[in-house]
C-alpha cells in the first residue's frame, strides 16, 4: 500500500489535485498573496524529509538521526540572514500567524497592551483584531489610516503609542497598497519604549531584493510567511537583531511547536537562494511595475483605488462608486477567468463578509512572465466584467480570451497535460 501511486491508492483526491492544477493553470490568480511555487521548492515539500521528525534546533535535538536536518535548518538560516542583513532566523514557525503568535510570547503577557494597524484599516487579524486570540488576550490598541487619503495617520499612530505605551507595536498590512515608513514607526516605538516589529509577511520578497524598503535596522522583530511574494513554501519565519534570539527561539519551541516541518524548512532554504540571484530581483521589480500599470488602467475606466494606486503589489478597489458589491465583483471575475478576492475599504458601510472592495495583486501573474501589456488587457477586461457582471456572454468570451492567454505564458511549476 504505501508504494502505490496517489491515483491508485485516492482516485478522488487525486482528480481534485489535477482540477486544482488545471484551474491555477487557466485563470489569472490574482489573489495578492497567492503564487506559484518553483517545481524545486515542491519536490523539498513533498520529499522524505517529512519523516523525520526534529524537536529543538540544530545541534540541540532531543531525537537521534538528526545530521541532514540540522544541515537543511542551517542552510535555511544562513540564506535568509546573508538575504535580509539580520542578525538572527528562526525558520519554525508552521506559518505566518503562528510566526506571529511567537512574537507575543517572546516578550508579553497576558493582559499586556499591544498595537497594531486595524483589520479595516488593512491590518491583519493577529495584529490585535478583537476575533483573533491577539486581540482576546492582550489589550490590542489599533491604530488606522487617514478619511481622506486613506495613507497611515502616524499622528494616530504616536498619539495612542504616547498614552498607551504599548509593549509591541506592529507595523505591516495584508491591503495596504503603499510604501511601509518603518523608519517613522521606529521613531515611534523608541518614543515610547516598545519593540517595533515588522510583519513583512506580502512583502518579503519585494524586500528582499530591493523592491521595498527593508525594515532592518529599524524593526527588532520581523515576521513574515514564506511564500505570497517570496515564492517559497506555506511555512513562516521570524528574524531578529541578536539581544531578541534566545526569547523568539525558546518562545517558537518549546513554546509553542513540536517538531518542525522539514520538508518545509528545507523549501524554505531553496526559495531564500533563489531569492539570492538577479533573476529574482528583476522578478520582484516586474511585481511592483505590473502592479502599477493595472492600477492606471483601472483608474482609467474609472475605478476609485483605496490611496489612488499602488507601488507594491496589491490594488484595493473600492468599488462603491460602481454601485456593485465587492462579493458579486468577485463572483463573477472568478467567472470570467480573473480570480481575485472580495474585501472591506477603510471605513466600509457594508459588512465584512459582503464588502465593497476587491483585493488583487501581480505577484502569481508575474511569475508567469505577464507584463505590462498584459496588465492593461486585464484591467480592461475587469472593467468591462465589473460594469456588467450580468452578462454571462461577455463573461464566458472573456474567459476564453483569458484561458488563450494563459496557454501562452505557462505557470510555473503547474503540470497540465
Known amino acids: 500500500?504505501?508504494?502505490?501511486?496517489?491515483?491508485?491508492?485516492?482516485?478522488?483526491?487525486?482528480?481534485?489535485?489535477?482540477?486544482?492544477?488545471?484551474?491555477?493553470?487557466?485563470?489569472?490568480?490574482?489573489?495578492?498573496?497567492?503564487?506559484?511555487?518553483?517545481?524545486?521548492?515542491?519536490?523539498?515539500?513533498?520529499?522524505?524529509?517529512?519523516?523525520?521528525?526534529?524537536?529543538?534546533?540544530?545541534?540541540?535535538?532531543?531525537?537521534?538521526?538528526?545530521?541532514?536536518?540540522?544541515t537543511v535548518e542551517r542552510l535555511a538560516i544562513e540564506r535568509l540572514k546573508a538575504l535580509f542583513g539580520v542578525d538572527h532566523a528562526n525558520v519554525q514557525p508552521y506559518s505566518g500567524s503562528p510566526a506571529n503568535l511567537g512574537v507575543y510570547f517572546a516578550f508579553c503577557s497576558p493582559g499586556d497592551t499591544i498595537m497594531g494597524m486595524g483589520l479595516p484599516s488593512g491590518g491583519h487579524l493577529t495584529h490585535g483584531w478583537r476575533v483573533s486570540i491577539t486581540g482576546k488576550y492582550f489589550n490590542a490598541i489599533q491604530y488606522g489610516v487617514r478619511r481622506d487619503d486613506h495613507l497611515i495617520d502616524f499622528d494616530e499612530v504616536a498619539s495612542l503609542a504616547r498614552e498607551h505605551k504599548p509593549k509591541l507595536l506592529f507595523c505591516g498590512a495584508t491591503a495596504y497598497p503603499r510604501i511601509i515608513d518603518f523608519a517613522k514607526f521606529a521613531e515611534i516605538a523608541r518614543g515610547v519604549g516598545a519593540i517595533l516589529v515588522a510583519d513583512i509577511a506580502h512583502i518579503s520578497g519585494l524586500v528582499a531584493a530591493g523592491a521595498h524598503p527593508s525594515p532592518v535596522g529599524h524593526a527588532e522583530v520581523i515576521s513574515s510567511t514564506t511564500h505570497k511574494?517570496?515564492?517559497g513554501p506555506r511555512g513562516g519565519m521570524i528574524m531578529c537583531d541578536e539581544k531578541h534570539k534566545k526569547a523568539i527561539d525558546r518562545a517558537v519551541f518549546p513554546g509553542l511547536q513540536g517538531g518542525p516541518h522539514n520538508g518545509t524548512t528545507a523549501a524554505i532554504a531553496i526559495a531564500a537562494k533563489l531569492a539570492m540571484t538577479d533573476e529574482f530581483k528583476a522578478y520582484a521589480q516586474a511585481i511592483v511595475d505590473n502592479s502599477r500599470v493595472l492600477a492606471d488602467t483601472l483608474l482609467s475606466r474609472g475605478f476609485?483605488?483605496?490611496?489612488?494606486?499602488?507601488?507594491?503589489?496589491?490594488i484595493l478597489i473600492d468599488l462603491t462608486g460602481k454601485d456593485v458589491p465587492g462579493k458579486v465583483a468577485a463572483q463573477a471575475l472568478d467567472r470570467a477567468g480573473m480570480v481575485a478576492n472580495y474585501n472591506s475599504v477603510p471605513f466600509d458601510t457594508r459588512k465584512p463578509f459582503d464588502p465593497s472592495g476587491i483585493r488583487l495583486g501581480t505577484p502569481a501573474i508575474t511569475s508567469r512572465g505577464m507584463g505590462s501589456d498584459e496588465m492593461?488587457?486585464?484591467?480592461?477586461?475587469?472593467?468591462?466584467?465589473?460594469?456588467?457582471?450580468?452578462?454571462?456572454?461577455?463573461?464566458?468570451?472573456i474567459a476564453g480570451e483569458i484561458k488563450n492567454l494563459c496557454d501562452q505564458f505557462p505557470a510555473p511549476g503547474v503540470p497540465v497535460e
Open 1 to 70: 500500500m504505501a508504494d502505490r501511486s496517489l491515483a491508485e491508492v485516492d482516485p478522488e483526491i487525486a482528480r481534485c489535485i489535477a482540477l486544482e492544477e488545471k484551474r491555477q493553470h487557466d485563470k489569472l490568480r490574482l489573489i495578492p498573496s497567492e503564487n506559484y511555487a518553483s517545481a524545486a521548492v515542491m519536490e523539498a515539500c513533498g520529499s522524505v524529509l517529512n519523516n523525520k521528525y526534529s524537536e529543538g534546533y540544530a545541534g540541540r535535538r532531543y531525537y537521534e538521526g538528526q545530521q541532514n536536518i540540522d
Open 304 to 314: 476609485d483605488l483605496v490611496t489612488g494606486g499602488s507601488d507594491n503589489h496589491l
Open 376 to 397: 492593461k488587457r486585464l484591467g480592461n477586461w475587469m472593467a468591462d466584467v465589473v460594469e456588467d457582471v450580468e452578462n454571462e456572454a461577455l463573461i464566458a468570451r
Open 229 to 231: 511574494t517570496f515564492r
